[in-house]
């Protein structure tokens, strides 16, 4: 496990010099938020006070992507399956996303943001709702990182929702079952017109995808970190994109 973490990770002593090249920056960059709840045990604190501290952090990596570049920015930040967490924790996580969107708004907005959502937000409570529409119909002409909160949100969800909205379209005759090909079933998911990120990042130790963008991950470089979220600042961003400059992308073809 050492081995792998030091395969994908810098040693810390060296992220300050860190140079990238600026002409190779990820277009979308994905990060699977994890580690909240450890780094709270980790310093005997409730675990709401470690997705607090997780907003931090999320500050700071907006504030990044923004600076270096990268037009989009996904954050996987409640899950389908996060509704079966203790009732009190969904509540404060809804709180505090409502509290990030009054809070950030104006900094975000200044700074050319577009705040955007996917997943199935019609289950949100309707306060979140509220403040999610506001947020995008404030930014959306906004001209700089599109920032996409994933909230209840599953990467199988969203298959299984497109699949019915296909379906939908093959009935109403909007399409034919001969246009129906990859690039037309992209259009159908959340994250439409966007591009599929080229790299997706996941603090915490954690191996896996964990329902995040299924279809759209199929060959983005993946990086992972033993960092919880909460720790996980501007230097831990560079390395991963550090990283990220020096895989040989080939998309199944051959150099």
């Not at 990596?61 to 009190?88: D, I």
Request: aromatic residues 10%.
């Amino acid at each position: 496990m050492k081995k792998l973490f030091a395969f994908f990770k810098k040693n810390k002593d060296t992220k300050d010099n860190i140079e990238l090249d600026k002409s190779k920056i990820p277009e979308h960059i994905a990060i699977i938020m994890d580690g909240n709840g450890r780094w709270a045990k980790e310093r005997n604190l409730p675990r709401a006070l470690g997705h607090r501290a997780g907003v931090e952090a999320i500050r700071k990596v907006v504030k990044e992507c923004n600076n270096l570049g990268v037009k989009y920015l996904t954050l996987y930040a409640f899950s389908t399956e996060n509704w079966n967490r203790p009732m009190q924790e969904v509540e404060s996580l809804m709180k505090l996303l409502v509290e990030y969107l009054k809070n950030e708004f104006e900094e975000l907005n200044n700074n050319d943001v577009v705040i955007n959502s996917i997943g199935n937000i019609s289950k949100l409570p309707r306060l979140c709702r509220v403040e999610l529409d506001k947020a995008y119909e404030k930014t959306k002409n906004n001209k700089g990182l599109v920032l996409n909160l994933a909230l209840n949100y599953g990467g199988r969800s969203e298959i299984v929702d497109a699949v019915k909205k296909i379906s939908l379209d093959l009935k109403n005759k909007k399409i034919s079952e001969d246009e129906i090909t990859e690039d037309l079933f992209s259009k159908y998911l959340y994250t439409g017109e966007m591009p599929d990120p080229d790299l997706i990042i996941r603090p915490s130790g954690e191996l896996r995808l964990s329902n995040f963008l299924l279809w759209q991950s199929a060959y983005s470089e993946l990086w992972f970190s033993d960092i919880n979220w909460p720790d996980f600042h501007e230097e831990e961003l560079k390395s991963a994109i550090a990283d990220y400059q020096k895989r040989d992308r080939r998309f199944g073809k051959v150099k």
